[in-house]
């Protein structure tokens, strides 16, 4: 996770801000801002689906009931927003190098398959079908 990958390059401004800022913290090793800029760009996530009110948690379980976000990324998604909490609000706990590479590599999927694999997905449908 320590540079950009190619594949998010479709996300919105919003969403790219806070994933390179990310980046940025983990090379600087500053793992706990690393989990909460990923914390922000999962609610980026959520405004830019549609979700503008309320509790990140809630934003990610509506998303979830929509089926914008199958379990599995709602899990990581919410596990993201986790860890994004301990960061921001633990004056005891810290954020390991491990914690932060993986919550990156998370959030990182999450836009792969939001931007990127959703878009891909319904070109081939088209494709097929024509």
């Known amino acids: 996770p320590e540079k950009?990958?190619?594949f998010v390059k479709n996300a919105p401004i919003t969403i790219l801000k806070p994933y390179r800022?990310?980046?940025n913290c983990?090379?600087?090793n500053a793992y706990e801002a690393?989990?909460?800029m990923c914390r922000?760009?999962?609610d980026a996530i959520c405004h830019d689906k549609g979700e503008i009110k309320g509790k990140l948690v809630n934003k990610l379980k509506n998303l979830k009931d929509k089926g914008i976000l199958t379990d599995?990324?709602?899990n990581w998604a919410d596990e993201l927003r986790d860890i994004g909490n301990v960061g921001?609000?633990?004056h005891n706990i810290d954020i390991e190098k491990q914690d932060a590479k993986d919550t990156l590599e998370f959030f990182e999927a999450l836009?792969?398959?939001l931007y990127h694999l959703v878009d891909k997905y319904e070109e081939y449908i088209k494709r097929k079908n024509n």
């Open 21 to 23: 800022e990310a980046i």
């Open 26 to 28: 983990f090379k600087a």
């Open 34 to 36: 690393c989990v909460i």
């Open 4 to 6: 950009e990958s190619v």
């Open 111 to 113: 836009i792969l398959y």
């Open 40 to 42: 922000k760009g999962i």
């Open 88 to 90: 921001a609000h633990s």
């Open 72 to 74: 599995s990324f709602f």
